[in-house]
C-alpha cells in the first residue's frame, strides 16, 4: 500500500462519511465544514491541501513553487481538480495551504489539529 494510500485511510477514519473522490484527489470535510483534499497519485510524501495552516510541525513542510513557504493567493493557480464541483473552499479564488508531509506520525498531528479549528 502507498503512502498515499495509507494517508487515505487515516482521512477516511478521521472525517468518516465526508470523503469524495475523483481520480487525482480525495476531499474530506471536518466537523466545522474546512475542507481538505489529499493528492492521491503522489507516492514519494503526502501532498495534501488545506484551508489554513499556521503550524510548526516537524515533518510538515508549506510547499509553493512561486511563494516558497507561503499559501497559495486567491488569484494563484492550483492543481485543476480543487474546483467549484470538488473543492469549493480550496478553489481558485481562495487562499489554500498545499502541504508536503514526510510520514504518517505527521498527518496524524496535522489531523488532530485540523479537526480541532
Avoid at 66 to 78: C, D, I, S, V
Wanted: glycine share 4%; hydrophobic share 30%.
Amino acid at each position: 500500500m502507498s503512502i498515499s494510500e495509507q494517508a487515505q485511510k487515516e482521512l477516511k477514519n478521521a472525517f468518516p462519511f465526508t470523503e469524495s473522490s475523483t481520480q487525482y484527489i480525495a476531499k474530506f470535510a471536518t466537523k466545522s465544514g474546512k475542507e481538505l483534499a489529499l493528492e492521491r497519485e503522489r507516492t514519494e510524501a503526502i501532498y495534501l491541501w488545506l484551508q489554513k495552516y499556521d503550524q510548526n510541525i516537524d515533518g510538515v513542510e508549506i510547499k509553493n513553487s512561486k511563494f516558497p513557504g507561503q499559501a497559495y493567493e486567491r488569484n494563484q493557480t492550483r492543481n485543476s481538480n480543487l474546483n467549484e464541483k470538488n473543492t469549493p473552499k480550496l478553489k481558485l479564488g481562495n487562499r489554500a495551504y498545499y502541504l508536503k508531509i514526510e510520514t504518517l506520525g505527521a498527518l496524524e498531528k496535522v489531523i488532530d489539529w485540523y479537526s480541532k479549528i
